[in-house]
């Protein structure tokens, strides 16, 4: 989680949702602050700080920001980030039917939000914060998934299939609406 004291805004991130990117542009350009270590649990949960869903109660009036994507355009990116960046090697089909609960729901932090910004329109949709002028500094186009050696063998995998899809919009149905 993000944190911006002066204008009262906080910056959750949810997997998957361009939010390394978007963290970097708060960052470097609007003054956010990481709230603890990003890498650290949040107390109580196998949720590390960077993903943190909970607002801390001094931060309840604040203004949250988060990001969202089309479901399964994230799946699969959190498929080739399992397999290429963590190092697991499992097909997309015993993945999928294996690990729904591997990565939280994005209503989980578009619930908590007074802004979502959406992966597809990222570049409009960062105008509606009040603190963005014109000219908008560029997002950054952050992957470290493409940027592995064997990005192109791994997405191949990914096959979607009808049993596939329908575990998906089932698992992640509140997610399709944001």
């Not at 578009?110 to 963005?132: G, Q, R, T, Y």
């Amino acid at each position: 989680m993000l944190v911006n004291h002066d204008i009262q805004f906080a910056f959750i991130h949810a997997g998957k949702c361009a939010g390394i990117a978007l963290s970097q542009w708060l960052l470097n350009h609007y003054e956010f602050e990481y709230y603890g270590d990003p890498d650290a649990k949040v107390p109580g949960t196998n949720i590390v700080e960077r993903h943190r869903f909970t607002i801390p109660e001094e931060f309840r009036d604040y203004e949250v920001i988060t990001s969202v994507r089309e479901p399964f355009k994230r799946w699969e990116s959190f498929y080739l980030y399992q397999n290429l960046v963590m190092g697991f090697d499992i097909p997309f089909d015993q993945f999928t039917r294996e690990r729904l609960d591997w990565v939280s729901k994005q209503n989980d932090y578009a619930s908590k939000a007074n802004f979502i910004l959406h992966v597809e329109s990222l570049a409009e949709d960062v105008l509606k914060l009040p603190f963005v002028k014109q000219p908008v500094p560029e997002i950054p186009r952050l992957n470290v998934s493409r940027d592995q050696a064997r990005y192109d063998e791994i997405k191949s995998r990914i096959v979607w299939t009808i049993e596939l899809r329908s575990l998906v919009a089932e698992h992640f149905k509140e997610d399709f609406d944001l």
